[in-house]
Every structure is written in structure tokens, then in C-alpha cells.
């Protein structure tokens, strides 16, 4: 099955999966100690956007692009400036409004912020995590505190829209030392903050030494009002929510991840990147060797696609518009119920408003906002 190219894409992603070492906690498709298949791969990926081009037959008017990995910023400056010249010949960017790379700070320089201001990247997106230097070696992302804030300097100087990641929740870190960090991290000259519970997944070094008990976790309640503290922090420093892990000083959004929200098409490119044509997912292989020949060879380097049910259709814009300030339309995701389906629907939005758990104005749903910790299950339950 293939990407539909006549759809109303907006939107690209692009992955970059070279990494100087490779987190304990990362579940991406990144490589580190491969740098020697750079020029390669950046000679592949430049084929795969090519040859989608050709397949839209047309010069597709974009609105964001977002450049993800691995480190994208390890991507050396000819390299990333022959992509950019690339897109700009084969992709209408007339009507763009933000391309995003994410940036590890440790070994940014300002000839390459310049470089990459010059491609016309418009947003930074940093990878803090944490500002404990043992806590980050311990799990092996060898960056210092201190890099971040040289990074920030420079940054400051050239980009006006730089985020900042931040994980909740890492082993090691007590809430004292977490509050301290918010409390820095507040006055930094950023416009948006992406704070993310950790999350532990499968064969990755982090879930192994759990298994192992070589680490132990803080507990989940203590972390959850950690959470809403935080929140409370950001907001009285102008970083207002509009999604549960997302917040931005006003007109900061982040506009391609609303494009994931709004369930909008969008083209990934690179090894394991994913694509949604708004009816299809897709996802590349995996294996950067095997995607580097795949491109030269011009063979398919799409290994799986996924026709979403109704169903996981209607769990999908519950998941996506319960994490959102903005709320769910109710009228959205009935679209296409029967009665029934629409009745007992219906039921289970007026039970959840009566336990606090929702609000509701007209046909919005609101997700109470000391209830994010519980939004999966809300959104499972509603739809059961």
C-alpha cells in the first residue's frame, strides 16, 4: 500500500538518526558510532523526497516541517544545506510557517546556528531532560548543565523560537532538585517547554537495568503532583498549557504537532519515519543500511501500513482532543456512529461529567485539569 499523494499534505518529517551516543531511555530509531554513513544517507533520503515529488505531480504548498532523530544536530552543514536546496526546488514554501530541528546543546557552535538560519529553520527544539549531570551520564546522554546554558546564549542571539524538553520523573532526581530546576528554567529565553513523564520502554537499556532492579523509580503519586506544580510554575512565568505535555508563551504553539493532533496528513521521511495520508499509516524500515540500498536501487522502502478501523478512529480524536485544552468536539467523533453507538456515547460523556472527571460546554468535552494523570483510561472507558 502507498502513501496516497493526491492528499492535502501540509506537513513533512524528516529523520536524521545519527547520534554522538545512543540514551539509555530512547525507544527512536537513532544510531550512534555510524557517522561514516552520513554522506550516504543524506544521499538517499534527498532520492526518497525526490521521488516523492514526482508522485504528487505537483509543487506541494507546505506549512511546517520538523526535523527529528537521533540528533539532527549532528547533521553536518553541507550536507543539511544540499537537502534544503532540495526541497526548496521540488516544495512550494511561500505559505510556510515553522520548520523545527531538534538540537542536542553540548556541541553547537554559532557558525552552525548560522547555518541553520540560513537554511530557513525558524524553531529550535532542545533536549534538556534534566540539568543533574550525573543523573543525564548515568543514563548515558553525556551532555553537562552547563552546555545547556551556553547553548541558550548563543541560540538566543540568532533564533527567537527555541522549546526546551524536559522529563519528569527520571531516577535520581528528588522533587527539591526538580522544583530548583523549574525555578531556573523559567527564566531561560525560551517560548515553549515539552515536559514529558519518562516512559520506560521495551529493549532499551533503561528498561533492561529496571528489570535488573539496578535502578529504582519515584513513585507515581508523588511525580503526578509534581506534575500539576510544575504546570502551575509555568503558567505564573507566561508558558500556558495547551496540551498536557505542551506549554508556550502566546503564539508559540507548536504548529506541526498540531497537525498529529488534528489527525492531518503528513510525510515522513528517512529510516523508520512514519507518514499518515490521513486514512493510511505508514512506516519505513528500520535498517539504515538496507534503507540506504532500498533508496539506490529505487526498491519499497515502506514496510508496514495500517487502515485504522472506526474504532481506533474514534479512540484516536478522543486520545488526541482529551489531551488539549481545546477540548474534544463530541459532533467530531460521533460523525460516523449509528444510534446506538451515539447514545451510549453520549451516556458515558454525562457519567463522566457528574464524577468531575470532564466538563462540557455545548458540544466541547473538557478534560477536568487535575485529571490528565487518568486521560488514557478516561478516553478508553468512553468509548467502551
Known amino acids: 500500500m502507498q502513501y496516497d499523494a493526491s492528499s492535502d499534505t501540509r506537513s513533512l518529517y524528516i529523520h536524521w538518526p545519527f547520534c554522538p551516543y545512543r540514551c539509555h531511555f530512547c525507544p527512536f530509531v537513532a544510531v550512534a558510532g555510524q557517522d561514516h554513513l552520513m554522506a550516504d544517507y543524506n ?21 511546517t516541517i520538523y526535523i527529528g532523530g537521533g540528533t539532527p544536530s549532528s547533521w553536518p552543514d553541507k550536507l543539511l544545506l544540499d537537502t534544503f536546496d532540495t526541497l526548496r526546488d521540488i516544495f512550494d514554501f511561500e505559505q510556510i510557517s515553522e ?5 542536542n546543546p553540548g556541541s553547537v557552535t ?17 533536549g534538556v531532560q534534566s540539568l543533574n549531570d550525573k543523573v543525564l551520564a548515568g543514563l548515558s546522554r553525556y551532555q553537562k548543565a552547563q552546555e ?3 547553548f541558550l546564549g548563543l541560540a538566543q542571539e540568532i533564533f527567537e523560537n527555541i522549546s526546551v524538553d524536559l522529563i519528569i520523573g527520571l531516577p535520581g532526581v528528588s522533587d527539591q ?12 529565553p525560551i517560548k515553549h517547554i515539552s515536559m514529558y513523564f519518562l516512559s520506560i520502554h521495551e529493549n532499551t537499556p533503561l528498561y533492561t537495568r529496571l528489570t535488573r532492579n539496578e535502578l529504582t523509580l519515584p513513585a507515581e ?10 504546570v502551575e510554575m509555568f503558567e505564573k512565568h507566561g508558558l500556558m498549557q495547551y496540551e498536557i505535555s505542551s506549554f508556550a508563551r502566546p503564539g508559540f504553539q507548536s504548529q506541526h504537532n498540531q497537525v498529529y493532533w488534528d489527525r492531518k496528513p503528513y510525510k515522513g521521511f528517512g529510516v523508520g519515519a512514519c507518514s499518515f495520508d490521513g486514512t493510511v499509516r505508514y512506516q ?3 535498517n539504515i543500511e538496507r534503507y540506504i540500498q532500498s533508496c539506490a536501487q529505487g526498491a519499497d522502502i515502506n514496510v508496514s501500513s495500517e487502515r485504522l478501523t472506526t474504532r481506533e478512529i474514534h479512540l484516536e480524536k478522543v486520545m488526541l482532543g482529551l489531551r488539549r485544552m481545546q477540548g474534544l468536539d463530541i459532533n467530531d467523533v460521533m460523525i460516523d456512529m449509528s444510534q446506538v453507538e451515539k447514545g451510549r456515547f453520549l451516556i458515558k460523556v454525562e457519567e463522566f461529567v457528574a464524577q468531575s472527571l470532564l466538563t462540557r460546554a455545548g458540544s466541547r468535552v473538557y478534560l477536568a485539569k487535575n485529571k490528565f494523570s487518568v486521560e488514557n483510561e478516561v478516553a478508553v472507558k468512553l468509548l467502551e
Open 110 to 126: 554559532a557558525q552552525q546556528l548560522a547555518v541553520w538560519k540560513k537554511a530557513g529553520i525558524t524553531r529550535l527544539s532542545t
Open 148 to 150: 545547556v546554558r551556553e
Open 99 to 103: 520548520i523545527t530541528l531538534e538540537v
Open 221 to 230: 503519586d508523588p511525580i503526578v503532583d509534581l506534575y500539576y506544580w510544575t
Open 284 to 286: 519505513n524500515m528500520k
Open 177 to 188: 532538585e526538580w522544583r530548583e530546576t523549574i525555578a531556573e528554567v523559567v527564566t531561560w
Open 43 to 63: 544521499k538517499a533520503l534527498i532520492q526518497e523526497i525526490t521521488n516523492f515529488a514526482s508522485e504528487c505531480g505537483r509543487k506541494l504548498p507546505l506549512k
